[in-house]
């Protein structure tokens, strides 16, 4: 078993940057696919970026590609999501994953296990 849990969330105005974190407790993460995903207000769960558990091939959905990047620390058990140039429509609550697949794109069914969130608001 692994329990994830998300910090760094919070209220920033367009164009600013925030780092999310997530970190394992359980088992070590050094074998998982890592994965941020994002859901805002009657949306659906879409993914936000990916490392291999090699932590090679980092990928990212169009939309943050070029703002955000992911790194992982296995050594601290944590994940990192680096956000900059933040817009109003990255508004949404923020999940971490771990998972064993790795899909031609990012997908919720690759991952066995979530966090709980954390909400990042920006205001334009």
């Known amino acids: 078993q692994v329990q994830l849990a998300e910090s760094g969330g919070g209220l920033v105005q367009a164009g600013g940057s925030l780092r999310l974190s997530c970190t394992a407790s359980?088992?070590?993460?050094?074998?998982?696919?890592m994965g941020w995903f994002r859901q805002a207000p009657m949306k659906e769960r879409e993914f936000v970026a990916r490392?291999?558990?090699?932590?090679?091939?980092?990928s990212y959905s169009d939309s943050v590609k070029g703002r955000f990047t992911i790194s992982r620390d296995n050594a601290k058990r944590t994940v990192y999501l680096q956000m900059n140039s933040l817009k109003p429509e990255d508004t949404a609550v923020y999940y971490c994953?771990?998972?064993?697949?790795?899909?031609?794109?990012?997908?919720?069914?690759?991952?066995?296990?979530w966090g709980q969130g954390t909400q990042v608001s920006v205001s334009s």
């Open positions: 994953a771990a998972g064993t697949g790795w899909s031609i794109i990012g997908q919720t069914r690759d991952y066995a296990y």
């Open positions: 359980g088992r070590t993460l050094s074998s998982y696919n």
């Open positions: 490392v291999h558990w090699t932590s090679s091939t980092p």
